[in-house]
């Protein structure tokens, strides 16, 4: 069973940075590609950024030169370094990976930004 658990989401003002962090259990690590999604209010949920496991990464047009995703093999975790945050980054983030042929979610970590 693949488990993703999200940290590190909260309210901060724009301009201001935040982490989040998703460790993943139950997943060969070293093989997964690794993304971020987001989910704001009313909205489809949608790819933030994404790191295969070699260490390319791929990111929304939206926050480009603002998000970095990066990973620890040794921990199993994923990181979304996020600065510059600006009120439209406000949304519910999700850790996730496919996996046995399906798609796995954390259980989303909140971030609000106010203007």
Not at 36 to 41: D, K
């Amino acid at each position: 069973q693949v488990q993703l658990v999200e940290s590190g989401g909260g309210m901060v003002q724009a301009g201001e940075s935040l982490r989040l962090s998703c460790t993943a259990s139950g997943v060969n690590f070293r093989i997964a590609t690794m993304a971020w999604y987001r989910q704001a209010p009313g909205k489809e949920r949608r790819l933030v950024a994404e790191i295969a496991a070699g260490g390319n990464t791929n990111y929304s047009d939206s926050v480009k030169g603002r998000f970095t995703i990066s990973r620890n093999y040794a921990y199993n975790r994923v990181f979304l370094q996020m600065s510059s945050l600006k009120p439209e980054d406000t949304a519910v983030y999700y850790c996730h990976t496919a996996y046995y042929g399906r798609n796995w979610w954390g259980q989303g970590t909140q971030v609000t930004v106010s203007s």
